[in-house]
């Protein structure tokens, strides 16, 4: 990556432990694409005044050459998974590797294209005799 990484923290005390797991997770992106020049990643708390469990809230900013992809995770009132920051730290570069996976894909011109209706219609159909 060609600028340094980039983690801010929330509503919550800053930690180096939650920052080297987010290294390690940058790491392995770039291994996928190399082209990163941007990895900008907060970490959020909630506010103090919510009585239930905290959820983390993980957002993930990468800029690659002519793209910028916006992951989020957290805020899942269904699972109380990410009660774990390291758990939603996980999950959010879990996301983050799909979707960086997905843009290679396009680049590479991998993607599927479906014919358009139109062409569907121009089709010669069998009637049955």
């Known amino acids: 990556m060609r600028i340094p990484l980039e983690v801010t923290f929330r509503h919550m005390e ?3 432990a939650a920052e080297a797991r987010i290294a390690e ?3 392995k992106l770039e291994q996928i694409h190399s082209d990163l020049t941007r990895c900008h990643v907060t970490v959020e708390a909630p506010h103090e005044h919510h009585r239930k469990g905290k959820l983390f809230h993980v957002n993930i900013d990468l800029t690659l050459p002519g793209a910028e992809l916006l ?3 957290g ?3 269904q699972s109380h998974a990410h009660e774990d920051v390291y758990v939603a ?3 959010a570069f879990d996301a983050a590797k799909r979707r960086l996976d997905d843009y290679a894909r396009q680049q590479r011109g991998d993607v599927k294209h479906h014919a358009s209706p139109e062409v569907l ?3 010669p159909v069998d009637v049955p005799e």
Do not use: W
């Open 121 to 123: 219609l121009d089709a």
């Open 89 to 91: 730290i996980r999950d």
């Open 75 to 77: 805020h899942n009132h």
């Open 25 to 27: 997770k940058v790491a």
């Open 71 to 73: 992951i989020t995770r």
């Open 14 to 16: 800053p930690s180096a």
